[in-house]
């Protein structure tokens, strides 16, 4: 059974972050401002996380099956019904972004973050919607 409190906890927890970074970052400032680039890039790293979370807890929840990799659970959301998949593919792309700021491959490209920052924190408050709704439809939600 969905944990509804959990999700709930999550999915503002995405908001809180989303709302962090709108008021707070300073994108011109990411290349040259060290404490700047790791606010924005922890702060999005925690985002997607916890968007994966979210995931994670729904498609075993629903039994989804075994999703291979973080970016295949949006899919199997997709596939159930959850998100639309332009949103999963959206959102897949973001966590393949986690993976790279987490995994600390080389040089994290600043551009990307900068473009994450300014293009797509939109698919997260699209993620949170989309999720937030499906529980209001379902049974005991």
Request: proline share 2%.
């Amino acid at each position: 059974m969905i944990d509804e409190e959990l999700i709930a906890k999550k999915l503002a927890f995405i908001q809180t972050c989303l709302r962090e970074l709108r008021q707070l970052a300073r994108p011109k400032d990411i290349a040259t401002d060290i404490r700047e680039q790791r606010f924005v890039e922890h702060t999005l790293q925690l985002s997607i996380q916890a968007a994966l979370d979210v995931a994670s807890h729904i498609v075993s929840e629903e039994r989804l099956g075994e999703p291979a990799t973080n970016r295949e659970m949006f899919d199997r959301l997709a596939r159930a019904g959850w998100l639309a998949r332009d949103l999963a593919d959206r959102v897949s792309n973001m966590a393949g972004f986690r993976n790279i700021l987490v995994h600390g491959y080389a040089d994290v490209d600043l551009t990307i973050v900068q473009d994450v920052l300014a293009n797509h924190l939109g698919d997260l408050d699209a993620y949170v919607a989309a999720v937030s709704a499906r529980l209001r439809r379902s049974p005991g939600g």
